[in-house]
Structures are given as structure tokens and as C-alpha cells.
């Protein structure tokens, strides 16, 4: 029989509020997370992301809402949320003076592991990681990429079921950034939900189930990746022809289409749905043409970042603010 708590969100949340003096930084924010899946939450700098993380992993007590983690109230009962949850934040928590293996074998400690199984859960994480060759050298040496994976396996030493990454893969080389996705992947294929910030697009539309814009304080949108790329103008299918009589008849049979007569192509307005496409080809059928080839346009998430938070600059780019600083 099915424990009914294993149904439940891996994480729900229902109007957290928490301000700073006169300053807001979360205004209602609603949240629901499935188990086993991958939770992205996007925004410009000062949006409350990491105040969220803080929150829901009850480093931060909320000023006002309510919020369930594991299935465990985050007010009544933050002693069991913090035993079913890790937490990587922003700036790693490696002590750079001592070896990769020594991290481990500390955290091993603060998780109450007797010395064997702490040495074990160690090796086989130093293992999975791949740091195994570099676990008696000072994490001080280690490249980004190694410090960030050496992070997450210190997170796991507890086997928490929900992780927190915020924004795990700041500051690392493309390759590096690839291999984290992949660690990413790994972790939500054996069961673990991962809530993530990030301020790469591309990171979220790679990874996320599901995504939330976070602006203000406020969630702008909230949904998968095509359902808020749908959110925004600029969709369109494109519908090119081999037969000049076809190409013909489709444009006297469609609306608002804008020709190519040299390419013999049509583009339409279109949100990219089923039901939009099965009414396109309906049409198309009912004059009896065929089309050579049908492509599908839908705003990238760049796009959607640009309507629902108004930023002129687009994360993860170099022109973004926070990656010239670097």
C-alpha cells in the first residue's frame, strides 16, 4: 500500500512574506514543488531568491505564510525539515585548509555517523564525485568545478531527499557547468527533488520541471518551460512549400500570415500548442494541401525573463551585470 505522504509536494508554500526594515523582499510567494523533480526559481539580482532557500531550509524564519518541506510544517517543525534536506549555497562551505576526504569525514561527524560508516559514506561519495585521486589534497588546490562537486557530496553525506542548489554553477568554466547538470540529472533519477536558483536561463530550460519567475518579491509566472515560453508574443509556425499551386492555396485559405514568395514559405501567429497546430493543419486539409515542411517557433526564456521582469539584461550572458563583474 502507498504511504499517502509520498504523494504529497516535496515542498509546498503559501504566502511567505519577509521583509528587511522597510524593505520587502518576499510579498505572497506561493510555491509547489512535486517529488523527484527539479524545481527551478528564476529572477534578477535582489529578486528573494535566496531569501526563499533560506526560508524553505529554515536558515530564516519567515515573517508571515506558512510552508510545508518533507512533509514536515517549517514552523512547527524545523528539526525534521532540516533532517530531510541539504543545502548547497551560493559560496561553498569547503574548508580549503584541510583535504577533500577530511570535509567529508567532518561532515560524516556532524551527522552523527559512527567513524566506519562515516568513513565509508565518504569514499563512495569521494567516488561518485570522481574526486577520489584528489581526496588527500588540500580542497585549497581544487579547481571551481572540483569545490562545487566536493560541495554537493558534502550535502549528501546526510542522504537528504530534498536539496537546495543555489546557484550551483556560478562562476564555473561551460564544462564544468555541464558535468554539474549532470550530477543534477543523476540526483533526481534516484528519487531526490531538487529546488534550484540559478541566474542561467539555459540552466533552467536544461534541467527544470518546472520553473518560477520571481520578481519583486512576487512569482510573475510560474509553470514548465513551453507553458511560459507560450506566455509571451512572438510564437509562430512556419510553413514551407514545393509546389507553388500549394503555396498558393495556403495563403488565400490562413489569416495573418506573412509571405516569403521566394522561399515559398508562410509564417502565422501561433502559441506552438496542440490545439493551435491540429486547427492549422484542419485548415490546410480542408483545401487540400500539403505542406513540404512544418517548424515551430516559441520564445526562448530570455524573452520570457525580458516580459515578466522588465530586466533590459539577460542572466548568463556577458553583458548581464553580475557576469561582467567577474
Known sequence: MTDPASTDPAIEAHGLRKSYGDKTVLDGVDLTVPR??????????????????????????????????????LAADPQAVRAAI??????????GLITGEENMLLMADLHHLSRPEGRRV????????????????????????????????????????IIFL?????????????????????L?????????????????DQLADRIAVLDGGRIAAQGTADELKRLVPGGHVRLRFTDPAAYRSATAALDEVTRDDEALALRLPSD???????????????????AAELTVHTPDL???FFALTGDTTVPGRPDHPKESAR
Open 36 to 73: 523527484g523533480t527539479v524545481f527551478a526559481l528564476l529572477g534578477p539580482n535582489g529578486a528573494g531568491k535566496t531569501t526563499a532557500v533560506q526560508i524553505l531550509s529554515t536558515l530564516v524564519a519567515a515573517d508571515g505564510g506558512r510552508a510545508r518541506v518533507a512533509g514536515h510544517d
Open 166 to 186: 543555489d546557484e550551483p554553477t556560478t562562476g564555473l568554466d561551460p564544462r564544468s557547468r555541464h558535468t554539474m547538470w549532470q550530477i543534477i540529472r543523476d
Open 302 to 304: 530570455d524573452d520570457v
Open 272 to 290: 506552438g500548442s496542440q490545439r493551435a497546430l491540429r486547427s492549422l493543419l484542419d485548415r490546410l486539409d480542408a483545401v487540400g494541401v500539403e
Open 86 to 95: 541539504g543545502v548547497t549555497g551560493q559560496f561553498s562551505a569547503v574548508d
Open 188 to 204: 533526481v533519477a534516484g528519487g531526490v527533488t531538487v529546488f534550484l536558483t540559478t541566474q542561467y536561463l539555459e540552466e533552467a
Open 122 to 161: 565518504a569514499a563512495e561519495l569521494l567516488e561518485r564525485f570522481d574526486l577520489t585521486e584528489a581526496a588527500g589534497k588540500p580542497a585549497a588546490t581544487y579547481s571551481g568545478g572540483m569545490k562545487r562537486r566536493l560541495d554537493i557530496a558534502m550535502t549528501l553525506v546526510g542522504d537528504p531527499r
